[in-house]
Structures are given as structure tokens and as C-alpha cells.
T-cell receptor, first 113, second 111 residues
Framework: ETGVTQTPRHLVMGMTNKKSLKCEQH?????MYWYKQSAKKPLELMFV???????ENNSVPSRFSPECPNSSHLFLHLHTLQPEDSALYLC????????????FGEGSWLTVV | EDQVTQSPEALRLQEGESSSLNCSYT??????LFWYRQDPGKGPEFLFT???AGEEKEKERLKATLTKKESFLHITAPKPEDSATYLC????????????FGGGTRLMVKP
């Protein structure tokens, strides 16, 4: 139990579907993140939210749309995805400030068909 | 641009055979260097944070060390349950919350 919970753990969607990934952190942290992990590639940062405000968008295509309604919840809305978007999507959180160790959830495996 | 290179990409050890994993980094100043363990199909699990050259941290059979250019993760007398991918990441002072990750080292320990 990492304190960061992601749902669903597995998702298969067609290229015309709209779906959402959900993340909730129980650590009292102020920053939340979405990372993408593809086979044979290093972890890629997608989005960062600090105190509900988006502070980083790492040139992510608009078919990925994040939402952070409060410091404990983070969503990633998906629409019109491509097969190459199939990957493990990891949510993470951190306290922010001088102590910035990032804690990850178990991930959501996404397959686009 | 911050860069992190991990070597080897894969490492096979016999149970009890000690070894080291390397993480070389290039960053403009270093705010922190992080080690994570990742099991197949799961998210990375935090192991250590190192902040300055000369610092060392230990946890069970693992010891992480840091110099100005690289970090080592020493594994003493590994067991099969230590098999996993080990990830290294760096954080620069001007990078806000961003971490730059290496490609990882996949460790396999055979009984």
C-alpha cells in the first residue's frame, strides 16, 4: 500500500472511445503528477499539479487532458487515442518544497486497440 | 539538459553474489538523487534519496552511495526476492518538481 491509489488498473479502449483514469492520494501531499512508462523507455513526466494548479505540461498531446479538483485527486481524461499511447500510466504525489520525494501508485495499464 | 544513464541494462546474479548498479548523471547542480525499485506490472517503490557527494544510505541488503558524477547501488548477498528493475532519477535546483529518470537496470537473482 503506497498511499497513492489508481483506478482502473487495466483499461482497453478503442481509438474513438473516451475514458478517464483516476488517482487518489492519502498522504496529505500538495503536488500530484502523471507519468507515462512505455516499454524500453525511461519514465516520462506528463503533467504536474501543485496545490491544484497545473505547473508543468511536458508537451503532451491534447488527446490527454488532466484534471485536479483538489490536492488529493487527479484525473487523466483520454479521448481519440492512438495505439502508440498504449503504456503504463503512473500517478504520483509529493509533499513539495524542500522535501520532494515522489511516491508512485501501482499504475493503470492502458491498451488502445 | 539533464541526463541520467544507468548501467548495466540487465544484470544476472547468483544468490549471494554481491554486485553494484551504476547511475551516471549530468545535471546543473543536484537537488537530489533518487533510487526506486520497480516490480513487473507495478509502480516504482521509493528506496533512497541522496543529496550531496559522500552521502550513503542503507536498507537491508542495499546501500546507495553518491559522488559528484554518479551513484552506486550496492547489493550485498542478494536473494531472489531482490529481482526487480532499479530506477535512478535526479532533480535539479531549477527543475521545480521534475525528476529526470534513467532507463533502469533489470536485476535477476537466481537461487
Amino acid at each position: 500500500e503506497t498511499g497513492v491509489t489508481q483506478t482502473p488498473r487495466h483499461l482497453v479502449m478503442g481509438m474513438t472511445n473516451k475514458k478517464s483514469l483516476k488517482c487518489e492520494q492519502h498522504l496529505g501531499h500538495n503536488a500530484m503528477y502523471w507519468y507515462k512508462q512505455s516499454a524500453k523507455k525511461p519514465l516520462e513526466l506528463m503533467f504536474v499539479y501543485n496545490f491544484k494548479e497545473q505547473t508543468e505540461n511536458n508537451s503532451v498531446p491534447s488527446r490527454f487532458s488532466p484534471e485536479c479538483p483538489n490536492s488529493s485527486h487527479l484525473f487523466l481524461h483520454l479521448h481519440t487515442l492512438q495505439p502508440e499511447d498504449s503504456a503504463l500510466y503512473l500517478c504520483a504525489s509529493s509533499q513539495g518544497g524542500a522535501e520532494n520525494t515522489i511516491y508512485f501508485g501501482e499504475g493503470s495499464w492502458l491498451t488502445v486497440v | 539538459e539533464d541526463q541520467v544513464t544507468q548501467s548495466p541494462e540487465a544484470l544476472r546474479l547468483q544468490e549471494g553474489e554481491s554486485s553494484s548498479l551504476n547511475c551516471s548523471y549530468t545535471v546543473s547542480g543536484l537537488r537530489g538523487l533518487f533510487w526506486y525499485r520497480q516490480d513487473p506490472g507495478k509502480g516504482p517503490e521509493f528506496l533512497f534519496t541522496l543529496y550531496s557527494a559522500g552521502e550513503e544510505k542503507e536498507k537491508e541488503r542495499l546501500k546507495a552511495t553518491l559522488t559528484k558524477k554518479e551513484s552506486f547501488l550496492h547489493i550485498t548477498a542478494p536473494k531472489p526476492e531482490d529481482s526487480a528493475t532499479y530506477l535512478c532519477a535526479v532533480q535539479a535546483p531549477n527543475a521545480g518538481n521534475m525528476l529526470t529518470f534513467g532507463g533502469g537496470t533489470r536485476l535477476m537473482v537466481k537461487p
